[in-house]
């Protein structure tokens, strides 16, 4: 059977999901392996904030008895991750609880860990008590997958202590998501842990430093023909502690790319406006 899981693009749910569906369209129907799948397709639509779409499979799923205990994690797991992206943490906590109870007492690692980390998204008041459990768990399972939700949870956690404005913590963390993805020869995940860094040391008022990676990561995407909203937007806030007139062509940049994101125009609105105000 074909390994879906190693097909996720979380960048591109819409592509994602055509290779599932091919998959799918091949399979048995309503086994395991293919109820799995299907939590998968449920996540692609949630990515892209269909929740209608993502429970209504959930839903189908619901209704098929014979379910084994991976199953039944993974069923958990969507319902939640949908529900917390619609904002309903209470909902999403309860099943992320459930999952971790089945994931515990099947010794699923890898489920553990996601769980735990999923709980540090939903539960934000023990946000970092989850995160840091998981990542004890990673650190010492025998499982290479497992093992591979370092990289994140050192990312987790560090803009957990970023939010706590502990931010030398933060970039201790950051160093170590960075060399953790580098030493896997992941570029991209590379590039967001130096982002990560970079606006840490702008928090510090190191401004020169996080200007320095800010620039060398536009030039990085500019080869590979890419724009990152995100960095344009680094760059403004530091062009403009600087009170550098840069910062309005960089704050039109990062306006103009990030404003294509759905979830932030929903979530993050007064952000956007802020890059639209000083771009004007």
């Not at 010794?107 to 998204?121: E, K, N, T, V």
């Not at 803009?159 to 020869?185: N, P, R, S, V």
Request: net charge neutral.
């Amino acid at each position: 059977m074909i390994n879906f899981d190693s097909l996720w693009n979380y960048q591109d749910p819409e592509t994602t999901r055509k290779k599932f569906i091919s998959i799918l369209d091949s399979s048995p129907q309503n086994n395991n392996y293919t109820l799995q799948l299907k939590t998968q397709i449920s996540r692609t639509y949630s990515l892209q904030q269909n929740f209608t779409k993502a429970h209504n499979i959930l839903d189908d799923i619901a209704q098929i008895k014979e379910r084994d205990s991976l199953t039944n994690i993974r069923y958990l797991l969507e319902r939640g991750r949908t529900f917390n992206s619609a904002n309903d943490h209470q909902k999403a906590t309860n099943l992320f609880l459930q999952a971790l109870e089945i994931a515990n007492k099947e010794q699923y690692d890898f489920y553990i860990i996601d769980a735990l980390h999923m709980l540090g998204i939903s539960d934000t008041n023990s946000s970092m008590e989850w995160n840091l459990k998981a990542l004890s768990v990673a650190e010492k399972t025998e499982e290479e997958k497992a093992r591979n939700w370092c990289g994140s949870l050192y990312n987790n956690i560090g803009w957990g202590y970023f939010e706590m404005k502990e931010y030398e913590k933060a970039h201790h963390l950051f160093l170590k998501t960075q060399a953790w993805h580098e030493d896997k020869g992941d570029l991209q995940r590379t590039l967001i842990a130096r982002w990560s860094i970079a606006k840490t040391l702008r928090m510090q008022n190191k401004m020169m430093e996080a200007l320095a990676i800010q620039k060398k990561l536009e030039s990085v995407y500019d080869d590979q023909q890419k724009k990152d909203g995100y960095v344009y937007e680094e760059l403004a806030e530091c062009y403009l502690s600087l009170e550098d007139s840069n910062y309005k062509r960089y704050a039109q940049k990062a306006y103009d790319e990030l404003n294509k994101d759905m979830w932030l125009q929903k979530n993050e609105n007064s952000r956007l406006q802020r890059l639209k105000k000083l771009a004007e």
